[in-house]
């Protein structure tokens, strides 16, 4: 792999932009099937694929456990009303300690993930997490809220963030998209998380845009070009790839809080997916801590690496 790189201006043209929706919500009956089927593909190919292998098996998981999981109730109108009047995400993360589905989702996906081939110490995280009782379960899901996972307890942390995209995600899907608002740059507009990476897009009537793809609650949000997802500046932005690469995923970097984030180009890839692709282009993160810039967003399947 080679490893030069060069800033260019992004190629794509901005154009033929028909007012995309200002979000996408995801389908969890198909989310994360779609994502391991990817993620299968992306190994076929990797330097990466044992590791894909076991993410495809636990995203195959995340798609079996739900079967049976009563239906998400959605916000109430008042808790939908405050949120708006105050600019916060529609779902409040907080009310996560009182809801007893988050505790089935979490049984229910360590248990089915016993039964995946895993690495030895995956098998001893995904035991301490089964072992673990309510609140060292919400400590672990706190630690995820705040995008920032212990480098002794990586492994658990991942199981843990598994499950919550699980419930979230499921939640998120039952919101109505009209009720949707911009919170802050780099923030989703349903559940607050930061995104993994962003995606342009070649859907019909939004090909072309950009969107943010949200770390927790796979939730699709519009964002403009040639703005940076971190500080939401418009100067100074760049973009770098692997030499030789097919220009479907590249960093975008920002010269005024030096950080950069990964940006993919699903309108010339149609099966790109934010979180798999984002792991399977482990290499330009090793290229990019050689320069200045810091990365930005929350990838929790590249925190060991």
Known sequence: MSRKSAVVPDPTVIGNVASPPFARLPDPASFFSVRAARLRQLAETSNLAPYLNFLARLATVQSDIQSGLPRPERPDTQTIARARAFEMPLL???TLAGDKAVGSVFDRLFA???????????????????AADHVQRLAMAHSV??????ADAIAEHVFVWAGLQVYFARLA???????LAPVADGVCPVCG??????????????????FCSCSLCGTLWHYVRV?????GSTKGIGYQEIHGQSGVIKAETCDECLGWSKILYQNKEAA?????????SLGLDLLMREGPYHRGGFSP???GF
């Not at 809220?145 to 212990?150: A, G, Q, V």
């Not at 998380?193 to 962003?198: F, G, K, L, V």
């Not at 703005?227 to 500080?231: H, N, Y």
């Not at 790109?272 to 399977?280: F, Q």
């Open 272 to 280: 790109v997916d934010p979180v798999a692709d984002d792991v399977a």
């Open 92 to 94: 409040d993360r907080s």
């Open 112 to 130: 089915a993930a016993t039964a995946i081939d895993k690495p030895v110490d995956a098998a001893k995280a995904l035991a301490h997490v089964t």
């Open 145 to 150: 809220f705040s995008n920032s996972l212990p």
């Open 173 to 179: 899907s039952v919101l109505d998209l009209a009720m």
């Open 301 to 303: 399947l590249l925190a």
């Open 227 to 231: 703005k940076c997802v971190l500080c």
């Open 193 to 210: 998380s930061m995104p993994a990476s962003t995606m342009v897009v070649g859907w019909p009537g939004s090909h072309g845009a950009r």
